[in-house]
């Protein structure tokens, strides 16, 4: 696990910390222990707007959605993402497991090319017509 500092914390640790927070959590000791924390490292996170902030979104979605499976998943999924860039980069893991991984984590991201048979949509949505003259079809071309 890579410990966190006021500038590289973990989903995880936010997510902690909500739920402790919202009173459904482990003690605060238990937390420090599983993310190789001090007292003080905490207090240095407490003035982490991104972190604050993303712990007052995690104390929202408690509070509003009550804590689901959903969440925890998403914040397993956030967690594992570092597990998939280790495996990923790591030499004795397989080009297979490798593909998957990556094709995983573009998925998730939303950053997967729409499958859409429109060849106009799949170029930005323009089409060129050239008109070679005359007045055959095959003089016409579509880029």
């Given at each position: 696990?890579?410990?966190a500092?006021?500038?590289?914390?973990?989903?995880?640790?936010?997510?902690?910390?909500?739920?402790?927070l919202?009173?459904?959590?482990?003690d605060?000791?238990?937390?420090?222990?599983?993310?190789s924390?001090?007292?003080?490292?905490?207090?240095?996170?407490?003035?982490?707007?991104?972190?604050?902030s993303?712990?007052k979104?995690?104390?929202?979605?408690i509070?509003?959605?009550?804590?689901?499976?959903?969440?925890?998943?998403?914040?397993?999924?956030?967690?594992?993402?570092?597990?998939?860039?280790?495996?990923?980069?790591?030499?004795?893991?397989?080009?297979?497991?490798?593909?998957?991984?990556?094709?995983?984590?573009?998925?998730?991201?939303?950053?997967?090319?729409?499958?859409?048979?429109?060849?106009?949509?799949?170029?930005?949505?323009v089409?060129?017509?050239?008109?070679?003259?005359?007045?055959?079809?095959?003089?016409?071309?579509?880029?």
């Amino acid at each position: 696990m890579i410990p966190a500092t006021p500038t590289k914390w973990t989903d995880r640790l936010a997510f902690d910390i909500a739920l402790q927070l919202e009173g459904s959590g482990e003690d605060v000791s238990e937390i420090l222990k599983r993310h190789s924390l001090s007292v003080m490292d905490l207090q240095k996170l407490r003035k982490d707007k991104v972190f604050t902030s993303r712990v007052k979104a995690y104390r929202d979605d408690i509070r509003d959605k009550g804590l689901t499976f959903r969440l925890k998943a998403r914040a397993q999924a956030e967690e594992l993402l570092t597990t998939s860039w280790l495996l990923i980069h790591n030499p004795d893991v397989s080009p297979a497991v490798k593909a998957d991984l990556i094709k995983s984590t573009v998925k998730w991201s939303g950053l997967e090319p729409k499958n859409n048979d429109d060849n106009a949509s799949a170029t930005g949505g323009v089409s060129i017509t050239i008109n070679l003259g005359g007045d055959n079809d095959a003089n016409v071309v579509d880029v």
